[in-house]
């Protein structure tokens, strides 16, 4: 029984990632239309805001204020510092890269994850990940493309930057998890983040302009389901299953390139991804054997 309420959560937690990934890819094109005229902390502050404004309707329609109530504040405030970075980090490289480039970048956050849950979660990692994770972070190196003078484009930067601290942002939610609601982390995060990058973003402040809020409506709209299905994930399912799904918002990136702006990935990109790729679908296929040959020594009677 509770073998099968396990395999539930977790395909539940895909099927939320699945999810999560689309709406995202959605909100991220929105947010490059919109970053050709605000900075990224403005913009990352307009984001969480239209999100929280779509979000809180639900919960002020069915009076469900108490499922808020934040349980270990601290950890809240630290996921909240690293949201800042990640987002204006991302709307800094989403503005000068391609999105293909920019999620080609971000898909080393699921390696990441795993490396990081040694330290933090305290999960074992056997040789042969930590072998996976390094050659992961070799295809991240193609696609940064050092120059010839050894540095690597500030652009190109800020995206891998984005993917750490994204890394270790879906970390804690392992751990907020336990003592919060999915609805209570979502609305904490964004009005954290809102609230922090405004005050960044107030001495450069731009207003919006009228043609720009049918777009920041789809940021808000896809945001809000993004950031609750995403939360959602890692909250029914560890790092290890659900991370590897993200892999799905690389079609969404080389579809909405070609369609919206008739760009297509170069081969540069097209090979760091698919190192990338191949690593983090190595690390699920191993959790998956593990799994597993744990299931079959357990049912297995004792000699």
Not at 153 to 178: E, W
Not at 227 to 256: C, H, K, M, N
Request: glycine share 6%.
């Amino acid at each position: 029984m509770l073998a099968h309420r396990k395999v539930t959560e977790n395909l539940r937690g895909i099927a939320a990632m699945l999810s999560a990934v689309f709406m995202f890819a959605i909100m991220d094109a929105s947010m490059k239309r919109l970053s050709q005229n605000y900075g990224p902390f403005e913009m990352s502050c307009l984001r969480c805001a239209s999100s929280i404004a779509f979000l809180t309707l639900p919960i002020a329609w069915t009076g469900s204020w108490q499922s808020l109530r934040p349980a270990n504040p601290l950890l809240h405030l630290v996921r909240a510092l690293l949201g800042i970075v990640m987002l204006s980090s991302f709307v800094y490289a989403v503005r000068r890269l391609s999105m293909a480039e920019t999620y080609s970048l971000f898909l080393c956050a699921p390696l990441l994850m795993t490396a990081l849950s040694v330290p933090l979660l305290g999960e074992r990692v056997p040789l042969r990940r930590w072998l996976t994770i390094g050659v992961g972070l070799c295809g991240v190196l193609v696609m940064l493309r050092p120059r010839s003078n050894g540095l690597v484009s500030i652009a190109a930067a800020a995206a891998a930057a984005s993917a750490c601290c994204y890394a270790l942002s879906a970390v804690t939610v392992r751990t907020l998890g336990r003592t919060n609601s999915s609805a209570a982390m979502v609305v904490w995060f964004l009005l954290l983040v809102g609230i922090g990058a405004g005050v960044l973003a107030a001495p450069e402040w731009r207003r919006v302009a009228s043609g720009d809020w049918v777009w920041l409506g789809a940021v808000g709209v896809s945001g809000a389901l993004g950031q609750y299905w995403v939360t959602d994930a890692f909250r029914r399912a560890p790092p290890s299953v659900v991370a590897p799904f993200e892999y799905s918002s690389i079609l969404w990136a080389f579809g909405i390139d070609w369609f919206f702006w008739s760009v297509l990935p170069s081969a540069i990109v097209i090979t760091g991804a698919t190192i990338v790729i191949a690593c983090g679908l190595f690390i699920i296929w191993d959790e998956r054997r593990l799994a597993t040959l744990a299931e079959t020594a357990a049912a297995s009677p004792p000699p």
